[in-house]
């Protein structure tokens, strides 16, 4: 008896989330959308995940509006995001209200298909999403974040499925964002679930250890319904297997998708084009690498983890992050590790690589974490962690958004006349900051996405020491014209770049600093740290909130400033008690470690 198998192809959100840290335009998805609505897919994936956070940050475009132009261009075809379930888009839980509006929005504007899960697999984060999802007639995909810990087994999994159907999904999705699955865990897994709950199965897998395609196809040979692929030219190492290769592998099968590989090829050879594109945004860490089955990082973050640590000039300590992440996992849990937990996890080892001493600074995501506010932890978490954390602070035993008053009040009188629509107020909600910087830069016409290099000549090599073929720039200045070519990047210290090039075949060393590391009010420079009533931070970061104002009589160890970096919040505190006698920062402002933020007098 033959069973065709459907494929849901994600080149246009968790492809190029995974290999170009989610910088695809939507000015290259539109011209090839005609074909792709012509392949037969059961869905494509378009929206989820850190692409809306990207398109507002980076491209400077509506995330909104691209759903829309990509529902008029794909009129046949499924169109599937990914939801965080209560925390939706961002990194936090949201009211319920505010859930059930995205929900709302999402599917008028074009969404079919939510894929919903929650980063703890705590099921009670899922029931809202899923009945809103309902209430909207569309398909609610019930979804299992798998990792491997003591505390994850089949039986566990088998029973959070049961309760997902439950709950009224119409399918059900093995979301493996780190590619930890091997094919034989996942024919007894997928064995399992078809034999225990009637729902669809799909499977989702990041072929970052080489394993998925054989993983996919242990999984079609034990029952499951739907795989996950991406066009090869976006395909493979920390994406997915080939769609053009799994259509290959199952055509004259019992298992034939029915799809057309010319056509697929014809697709293949455009995204090939456009990955050039993004040249700049290529991971260095999206090859097959094994590692993964220890340190678990997911696809989406490795790459956007690499390119965040190169923006802090710390590239070089990737290893060592790699190492502490499985050890910081088990101090927590053993969640697994997808978003947010994933950058939760990730930006805790890697301030505990950059202090050299665990734990020293305890970002706020992770305080929340262990007090509850993002569900019920799998395993057992490490007890002196947690006082360490929160202290005497109760810990949250009921569903996390229980304690959420409703929002979409609140967020609609904050953002005031920059939202033109709903929309616009749930762009706010997910991402306070830079959603409303993006509201004001629309209002203003000052939308300004980033640029884009100029795609290297054929043979052209990026070296980290400067070496191979250089970036070649040709700059007219005033009516003069100037060849410049980068032969080399120094790594960013001090808040300085050291950029090594040549203008008309003369060697030159220009050094760049942001305006903003300088202090308001005159031109010196933040003074580094020398008394313990500096406060300043270990890490690079933006100012999020000054605490305190000059006057102020502060304990040792209160709470003064908050930074962000790497998207998590941390408390930078006084490390004596007395006055505050001078304040050198403002809410936005660009910090480096050693600088004197704060001056306290004992």
Not at 97 to 107: M, R, T
Not at 191 to 219: I, N, R, W, Y
Not at 467 to 487: A, K, L, N
Not at 584 to 592: E, L, Q, S, W, Y
Request: charged share 25%; with cysteine; glycine share 8%.
């Amino acid at each position: 008896m033959s069973k065709k198998i459907f494929v849901t192809d994600t080149i246009l959100r968790d492809a190029h989330q995974s290999l170009l840290a989610t910088r695809m335009r939507t000015e290259d998805m539109l011209p090839i959308c005609d074909k792709l609505d012509k392949v037969g897919y059961w869905s494509l994936e378009v929206w989820g995940g850190a692409t809306f956070d990207a398109c507002v940050r980076f491209l400077k475009e509506d995330p909104w509006e691209r759903l829309r132009k990509l529902r008029a261009a794909l009129p046949n075809t499924r169109l599937q995001m990914l939801l965080r379930g209560q925390n939706l888009l961002g990194y936090r839980h949201y009211s319920d209200d505010v859930v059930k509006a995205f929900v709302a929005k999402a599917a008028v504007n074009g969404i079919d298909v939510f894929r919903i899960f929650d980063a703890m697999n705590d099921v009670r984060n899922l029931r809202v999403a899923i009945e809103a999802v309902k209430a909207a007639g569309k398909h609610a995909q019930g979804t299992i974040a798998y990792t491997t810990s003591p505390v994850h087994t089949i039986d566990a999994f088998v029973a959070q499925a049961k309760q997902m159907e439950a709950m009224g999904c119409d399918s059900v999705a093995i979301k493996d964002m780190a590619g930890l699955l091997t094919p034989f865990a996942t024919g007894e897994l997928v064995k399992a679930l078809k034999a225990e709950q009637s729902l669809p199965v799909f499977v989702h897998s990041h072929d970052t250890a080489g394993l998925a395609a054989m993983c996919q196809l242990k999984a079609i040979e034990n029952g499951a319904d739907h795989i996950d692929t991406a066009i090869s030219s976006f395909a493979w190492g920390t994406s997915h297997p080939g769609t053009e290769s799994m259509v290959a592998a199952l055509k004259g099968s019992e298992f034939d998708t029915g799809l057309s590989l010319e056509l697929l090829q014809e697709i293949g050879l455009y995204f090939y084009a456009v990955r050039k594109k993004y040249h700049q945004f290529e991971s260095e860490f999206t090859a097959v690498d094994t590692r993964v089955q220890v340190n678990q990082v997911p696809g989406g973050m490795i790459s956007n983890l690499a390119n965040q640590l190169k923006e802090q000039g710390a590239l070089n300590r990737m290893n060592e992050v790699l190492a502490e992440i499985p050890r910081v996992r088990e101090d927590l849990g053993f969640p697994p590790l997808v978003t947010p937990t994933s950058q939760i996890v990730g930006t805790q080892a890697f301030f505990n690589v950059l202090a050299g001493e665990r734990y020293k600074t305890i970002t706020n995501e992770v305080k929340l974490y262990l007090q509850g506010g993002y569900g019920k932890a799998p395993g057992v978490v490490d007890e002196k962690l947690r006082r360490q954390a929160i202290g005497s602070e109760e810990v949250i035993d009921v569903r996390p958004a229980d304690l959420l008053k409703p929002e979409m009040t609140k967020l609609r009188n904050d953002i005031g006349a920059l939202a033109k629509s709903e929309e616009d107020v749930l762009t706010y909600a997910m991402f306070p900051d830079i959603g409303r910087k993006f509201l004001e830069e629309r209002e203003a016409g000052t939308l300004t996405p980033e640029v884009l290099l100029p795609i290297p000549e054929a043979g052209a090599v990026a070296s980290a020491s400067g070496e191979g073929v250089p970036t070649e720039f040709v700059i007219d200045v005033h009516g003069e014209t100037y060849r410049v070519d980068i032969t080399g990047v120094g790594v960013k210290a001090e808040g300085k770049r050291h950029f090594y090039l040549s203008i008309d075949g003369m060697p030159e060393e220009v050094v760049f600093e942001p305006l903003n590391e300088f202090v308001g009010g005159g031109s010196s420079k933040r003074k580094q740290a020398s008394a313990p009533g500096h406060v300043s931070t270990t890490m690079p970061g933006n100012i999020v909130d000054v605490l305190v104002k000059e006057g102020d009589t502060v304990k040792a160890g209160q709470p003064v400033l908050i930074t962000e970096a790497m998207k998590m919040e941390t408390e930078v505190q006084a490390a004596i008690a007395g006055k505050v006698t001078a304040i050198h920062v403002a809410k936005g402002d660009r910090v480096n470690p050693g600088e004197i933020l704060i001056e306290i007098e004992g």
